[in-house]
């Protein structure tokens, strides 16, 4: 029987999302390891904008969003109720603003040099009044962005907080964010997210 492929890069935050729910659905698949800079030519066939992650499933289909192959792993199997935790809208408009308008920020916060307009320390505020303010004020209510429990929205947006939480180490564990702090160590030294972060 053929497996799924799946297209990642190890640090991609959109391939750790799509190999967090690949994992937790127990959706076996054959992992290939992209270097971004030289990516190969049966993944541009498949998926001539060449980004990862790309899921190659057994019947042709190809999806080429990380969010879709989230969903795809969760309709296979979501023993913890991760769709169900809260509305879909809701997880789903939570992960447009971290796609969208957090995701910029926190490039420009990684790379300032590259975004001169603006120092380091403004796209950090940035980052913090666009999306990471909201998430601690959550926190503080529960464990988890929507609930106790973890749903879509917390596995696929914790991926990016941990590039940022990584950018400045020693400023992240002295912010006064405990809340987001608790959950990206939490979620992060999971034996989930340990396993799909081990090296291939
Ligand atoms: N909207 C896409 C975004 C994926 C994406 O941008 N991935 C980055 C890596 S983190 C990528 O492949 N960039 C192409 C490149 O760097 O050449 C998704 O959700 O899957």
Redesign the pocket.
Known sequence: MSLPVLYS?RR????IR?RLALRYADVPYALREVA?RD?PADMLTLSPK????VLHLPDGRVL????DIMQWALAQADPQGWLTVAPLDDMRSLILLN?TQFKPLLDRYKYPERHPMQDRTTYRQQALDCMLVDLNQRLRRHTHLFAAQPCLADMAIVPFVRQFAQVDRHWWDHNELDALRNWLHSLTTSSLFEAVMAKP
Request: aromatic share 12%; proline share 12%.
């Open positions: 890069f991609c935050p959109y391939a799509a971004l990516k060449g980004t990862v992650p080429e969003q990380s969010l796609d």
